[in-house]
T-cell receptor, first 113, second 115 residues
């Protein structure tokens, strides 16, 4: 399985600001995924990030709010823009294994105050 | 409609006993994959076990086994010989389109192991 490093691990941010989360994988992967887990909830896919093309966003998520970069096959960033308390969540990046299972980074626990 | 249903929000189990976590799924695809994940209080998501829709045998991985009943569309996770470190949230997930790597997750079940 891939080793995924995600940072920051946690942050407390002021409303109206933006936070960029980084995800680094120890091997080249075609697709990387970003998920959100709101408090007490399950995981929801935000977008799929492919190298060399724009990210594909799921219903309810837009690029202006969650811009994603994918400059190479081992790295991606997710920015949470113009944050509000409702954005307080755990954000996780993931890559896919042989069976389609998702391997996750450690997650970024974001609190917006 | 919910694709993955986990009806047990929380469960208690005595140390060294087995516990079964329920998961039912909804799909019209013939090829799909089912997964279980563990999320400790630290927040990381740990992959536990995988079952393919065409697999005839139930998947096992150490103390984890998956009770796959295809006709009933259920994929229950059995944790044997529970340990205190098994206390966590457990999520069932499904990948419907084998050409698409998106996963749909259930609401999760919190397991608390008592000494």
């Amino acid at each position: 399985s891939a080793v995924i490093s995600q940072k920051p691990s946690r942050d407390i941010c002021q409303r109206g600001t933006s936070l960029t989360i980084q995800c680094q994988v120890d091997s080249q992967v075609t697709m990387m995924f970003w998920y959100r887990q709101q408090p007490g909830q399950s995981l929801t896919l935000i977008a799929t990030a492919n190298q060399g093309s724009e990210a594909t966003y799921e219903s309810g998520f837009v690029i202006d709010k969650f811009p994603i970069s994918r400059p190479n096959l081992t790295f991606s960033t997710l920015t949470v823009s113009n944050m509000s308390p409702e954005d307080s969540s755990i954000y996780l990046c993931s890559v896919t294994g042989v069976f389609g299972e998702a391997f996750f980074g450690q997650g970024t626990r974001l609190t917006v105050v | 409609a919910q694709k993955i249903t986990q009806t047990q929000p929380g469960m208690f189990v005595q140390e060294k006993e087995a516990v079964t976590l329920d998961c039912t799924y909804d799909t019209s695809d013939q090829s799909y994959g089912l997964f279980w994940y563990k999320q400790p209080s630290s927040g990381e998501m740990i992959f536990l076990i995988y079952q393919g829709s065409y697999d005839e045998q139930n998947a096992t991985e150490g103390r984890y086994s998956l009770n796959f009943q295809k006709a009933r569309k259920s994929a229950n996770l059995v944790i044997s010989a529970s340990q205190l470190g098994d206390s966590a949230m457990y999520f069932c997930a499904m990948r419907e389109d084998l050409n698409d790597y998106k996963l749909s997750f259930g609401a999760g079940t919190t397991v608390t192991v008592r000494a």
